[in-house]
């Protein structure tokens, strides 16, 4: 006779429930190093082929689970070797053919998103890696599940300026032709350091090189779990008692997510790749990293003392996951996106989050400058300057930093961009108006520092 724990039982339940925990994705990443031909219509009909070979039953299967075990599974999704690469065998390298080929499997296998339109140029351009960089504005405009992504600096290769600057025209260029929905095509648009390449989060996933065949990769979240945790606590506890209480809450919804994961990949019949802990946040209410500063005593997001908070966050998330799961990868710790966090909204909004605090911020958290919108006249150099920035920290602390800005279409400061769904919306933030031009305009690369030479 098989005795069930109570507590632990409506626990899960309260989770679900009252906490808004989710299981934020699971993702299927599907290589297409066999997809290449000189032509391009050859290439669209592998990709087709190859999607629907392990991706037909993805939205079955995650919806069987989801029923079987009562536990929401709110995105599925699929991600793909680097579009750089696999269209760069063609004559014709017809990136938009390619991305709409994509956005048609997409729709076709009824999946949330797919990403993949991506290229890695830290250290240089492609033939490839130039057409698809200039593809990107039109195919993310042209479509609506297509992600794109282009990594830009390394802590082994230091920081591609020419590339960071042509990513700040490409960035505007994605806000300015789709002005009339808010500049949505920046919003699926990212711009990494160190980029993984087992991350089951939009808009930065792709298949990496080193990846196998197909792998599932599982995105877990619970910032509402890890508050109502903290709440429970007395509010006199020390941060010691604070971080492990995070650690056994970071450890149970990682347990849960590792189930969902490994169930779904037999389903597949893939290998289960990855677990990423990271608490992914929503604009619902209580879905929220920033409420968790709250409950940890800080007034608002933005306080003094917001940095150290997250820190002590994303360590103990990490700690209590990789204790669940002998497979944790992608980003993995706490996400501060602005226009898909309802706390992080707030305190943009009320001004107590303040553009230079988020970059702080970012040392310390999975990813870094995401979901922010600001005025639509900035100058692309100036968005240089701050993906240069970011890069620069994720260079330095040999972490994943990203950009994801919007340069909200003829809005200024106190307006706000509305995107809806997991996307959310935001206020526009106000940036330094001093110039960064001459030193982005360089050109050449950043050096990789000296830590960088540890073979």
Do not use: W
């Not at 939009?202 to 945790?229: K, T």
């Not at 996106?337 to 553009?355: C, R």
Request: aromatic content about 6%; overall charge negative.
């Amino acid at each position: 006779m098989t005795i069930f724990d109570e507590s632990l039982i409506l626990e899960t339940i309260n989770m679900i429930k009252l906490y808004n925990f989710d299981i934020r994705t699971v993702t299927l990443a599907i290589s297409l190093r066999d997809c290449f031909s000189e032509d391009v219509n050859a290439v669209c009909d592998k990709i087709k082929f190859k999607l629907d070979k392990y991706a037909s039953n993805l939205v079955k299967y995650a919806d069987e689970i989801e029923n079987d075990y009562s536990i929401p599974i709110v995105n599925k999704r699929i991600s793909v070797t680097p579009i750089s690469i696999v269209g760069e065998s063609c004559v014709d390298k017809d990136y938009i053919k390619i991305a709409h080929t994509l956005d048609d499997c997409a729709k076709n296998l009824g999946i949330d998103f797919i990403g993949g339109f991506s290229a890695l140029v830290e250290k240089g351009f492609t033939q490839g890696d130039t057409a698809l960089i200039n593809a990107i504005p039109e195919a993310l405009a042209s479509t609506e599940k297509l992600c794109s992504s282009v990594n830009v600096a390394t802590t082994k290769a230091g920081i591609n300026m020419d590339a960071v600057l042509k990513m700040a025209e490409t960035i505007k260029t994605c806000a300015q032709i789709t002005s009339d929905k808010d500049g949505i095509a920046a919003a699926k648009l990212v711009v990494f350091c160190n980029s993984v390449s087992d991350n089951p989060f939009m808009a930065g996933a792709y298949c990496g090189y080193g990846e196998p065949e197909c792998a599932l990769n599982i995105g877990v979240s619970g910032p509402g779990v890890v508050r109502a945790a903290i709440m429970d606590l007395d509010k006199k506890a020390d941060l010691g008692v604070l971080s492990n209480k995070i650690k056994q809450t970071a450890y149970k919804i990682t347990g849960t997510g590792e189930l969902i994961g490994r169930q779904m990949a037999e389903k597949l019949g893939v290998p289960f790749g990855v677990i990423d802990l990271s608490l992914a946040p929503t604009p619902a209410v209580g879905d929220s990293v920033a409420q968790i500063f709250q409950a940890m005593g800080l007034e608002d997001a933005g306080a003094h003392g917001t940095t150290a908070a997250l820190a002590m966050l994303n360590d103990a998330v990490k700690k209590g996951g990789i204790m669940a799961s002998s497979y944790v990868g992608g980003l993995s710790g706490a996400f501060i996106p602005v226009s898909e966090d309802a706390g992080m909204i707030n305190a943009a909004a009320n001004n107590h989050l303040t553009f230079d605090k988020l970059e702080a911020m970012t040392s310390v958290c999975s990813v870094g400058m995401d979901m922010i919108a600001i005025p639509g006249d900035t100058l692309d150099t100036t968005i240089a300057g701050i993906i240069a920035d970011e890069m620069a920290i994720g260079m330095i602390n040999r972490k994943t930093t990203a950009v994801r800005l919007i340069p909200a279409p003829n809005k200024n400061v106190g307006d706000k961009v509305v995107f809806g769904g997991l996307l959310g919306e935001a206020p526009v933030m106000k940036v330094n108006s001093l110039s960064s031009s001459d030193f982005v305009s360089r050109g050449g690369r950043i050096p990789a520092p000296v830590h960088s030479l540890n073979n």
